[in-house]
């Protein structure tokens, strides 16, 4: 099956820091990537849809000025938190779709990368 | 999006088959149904997903409803690793490029 990664899969940093969180897809092309955030004990929230070369589209309640989302190519995008606060700590799970393979866009998920703000 | 409903967590003894439901009311005729599972500290993969007829594969099998109302996911054979949160989720076959929404699904716990 096909394979993402995210990198770092754990992050440790200052409140007040930016973090940088990358998505890549090891062996295919992603037409659309997304966003999940996961706080302990709860399901996966979507955050934001992201396609190549254009701008994110971000679910509601969540701030596009927090949150950057770059798709710079077909195979990596990075999700930005600005300002990180002891709230944001949580699990950020990206996902890549391959579209146009089958009847439906499979979704595939990366191991997620937790992040955790002091 | 049409919901699906399922039971927060559910037990059962390693080795034995485990019965997970899912209850999908609202199903319109273009949605597939899709299991995924989420084991701990890890992100979602996909287990099996179907249409309208039951569908086997190496994880699982999935029953579905004759009026596509319900459904339930089918681990032959339980074993400690399939502990995780199973979640039920409806994906639009005509809306290629849809986004899963996860509901709370349900947890499973395997007992020695």
């Known amino acids: 099956g096909a394979v993402v990664s995210q990198h770092p899969s754990w992050v440790i940093c200052k409140s007040g820091t930016s973090v940088k969180i990358e998505c890549r897809s090891l062996?295919?092309?992603?037409?659309?990537m997304f966003w999940y955030r996961q706080f302990p004990k709860q399901s996966l929230m979507l955050m934001a849809t992201?396609?190549?070369?254009?701008?994110?589209?971000?679910e509601q309640g969540v701030e596009k000025d927090k949150f950057l989302i770059n798709h710079a190519s077909l195979t990596l995008s990075t999700l930005t938190v600005t300002s990180a606060h002891p709230e944001d700590s949580s699990f950020y799970i990206c996902?890549?779709?391959?579209?146009?393979?089958?009847?439906?866009?499979?979704?595939?998920f990366g191991p997620g990368t937790r992040l955790t703000v002091l | 999006d049409a919901k699906t409903t399922q039971p927060n967590s559910m037990e059962s003894n390693e080795e034995e088959p485990v019965h997970l439901p899912c209850n999908h009311s609202?199903?319109?005729?273009?949605?597939?149904i899709h299991w995924y599972r989420q084991l701990p500290s890890q992100g979602p993969e996909y287990v099996i997903h179907?249409?309208?007829s039951n569908v086997n594969n190496r994880m699982a099998s999935l029953a579905i409803a004759e009026d596509r109302k319900s459904s339930t996911l089918i681990l032959h054979r339980a074993t400690l690793r399939d502990a995780a949160v199973y979640y039920c989720?409806?994906?639009?076959?005509?809306?290629?490029?849809?986004?899963?929404?996860f509901g709370k699904g349900t947890r499973l716990h395997i007992l020695p």
């Open positions: 609202t199903i319109s005729g273009t949605d597939y």
């Open positions: 062996d295919f092309q992603a037409t659309t």
């Open positions: 179907g249409l309208t």
């Open positions: 996902s890549a779709t391959i579209s146009g393979r089958l009847s439906y866009n499979e979704q595939f």
């Open positions: 992201s396609n190549e070369g254009s701008k994110a589209t971000y």
């Open positions: 989720i409806l994906r639009d076959r005509e809306n290629r490029d849809d986004k899963i929404i």
